[in-house]
């Protein structure tokens, strides 16, 4: 099992950025791809992002495309998620979330919470406008 811990959630004003963190620890992180998810109040969680194993791919809600950036240090163990021109409507809780199954680069097919098994606790976002 895999322990992860997000980090760089906070206040900001509308139009703003943030930068968050996942540390991943207790399985080879550089296998599996890693996504990133949010849940707004009242609201059920969502797909924001995912990168493969490799980095080399990756895929986005249209809701953030353009203005969200997943990336990922193998060597640090760590993907982030750089959040840009922030709006309102992306307030919410974000988690990180690793893929079930090593080296599969099908990121199209990542955008479900079944295709993940381990979860962090999450990092609250919220936007001011």
């Known amino acids: 099992q895999v322990q992860l811990v997000e980090s760089g959630g906070g206040l900001v004003q509308a139009g703003g950025s943030l930068r968050l963190s996942c540390a991943a620890s207790g399985r080879t992180f550089s296998r599996y791809a890693m996504g990133w998810f949010r849940q707004a109040p009242g609201k059920e969680r969502e797909f924001v992002a995912v990168i493969s194993w490799s980095g080399r791919y990756t895929l986005y809600a249209d809701s953030v495309k353009g203005r969200f950036t997943i990336s990922r240090d193998n060597g640090e163990n760590t993907v982030y998620l750089q959040m840009n021109s922030l709006k309102p409507e992306d307030t919410a809780v974000y988690y990180c979330?690793?893929?079930?199954?090593?080296?599969?680069?099908?990121?199209?097919?990542?955008?479900?919470?079944?295709?993940?098994?381990?979860w962090g606790q999450g990092t609250q976002v919220t936007v001011s406008s």
């Open positions: 979330a690793t893929h079930r199954r090593a080296y599969d680069s099908g990121t199209d097919r990542m955008t479900r919470e079944f295709e993940y098994d381990s």
